[in-house]
């Protein structure tokens, strides 16, 4: 073993041990409670948890990821709006499937790599170029379902109103 790595090693132990220090709680006659990193008659050892610390990330990447925002702004504003044509606000119909098609449009139209997106309940449940997702098996209720315009790393850069909408499906016990 190298004599240096071995003098480096023990140093490093050396720094180390005070950093490891134990906590002692002590309760005098008045009941008052104190806390001390030095033992006393009396007191009693506390385990106290790894304190949690976190990394801020660095000025360079908060930069980029900064610039990328803009981007994101930038690209979005290139449209005015994006929106359903189909299905209509508080429009309730029949599937009995359970098939929903979805139809929307953009102004000015979709952008070479963008995509609509489709959300229903919160949940993406699909993507398109064509202006148009179909979604098989939506159960039966109301729905809320939400539109975007995303670029081809799938970050929305626009979104639309959402809409609300009902389901009508026969039921097995009818």
């Given amino acids: 073993m ?36 030095e033992p006393s008659k009396g007191a009693e050892a506390v385990k106290v948890k790894p304190v949690t610390t976190i990394t801020l990330p660095k000025p360079q990447n908060v930069r980029e990821t900064d610039k990328l925002r803009e981007d994101v702004k930038r690209e979005g504003s290139v449209y005015e709006s994006v929106s359903f044509t189909h299905p209509e606000n508080e429009q309730a119909f029949y599937s009995g499937s359970g098939d929903v098609r979805f139809d929307m449009r953009s102004t000015p139209g979709l952008k070479p790599g963008h995509k609509y997106e489709v959300t229903l309940d919160g949940q993406p449940v699909g993507q398109s170029t064509s202006g148009s ?42």
């Fill in 133 to 174: 997702v179909n979604v098989s098996n939506v159960y039966r209720g109301t729905h809320n379902a939400g539109i975007h315009i995303v670029d081809k790393n799938g970050v929305q850069i626009k979104t639309g109103s959402p809409v609300r909408f009902t389901v009508h499906r026969p039921s097995t016990q009818n």
């Fill in 2 to 37: 190298n004599p240096r790595l071995g003098i480096t090693v023990g140093l490093m132990l050396l720094i180390a041990g005070p950093v490891t220090a134990e906590v002692y709680r002590n309760v005098d006659a008045q009941g008052n409670v104190t806390f001390s990193d």
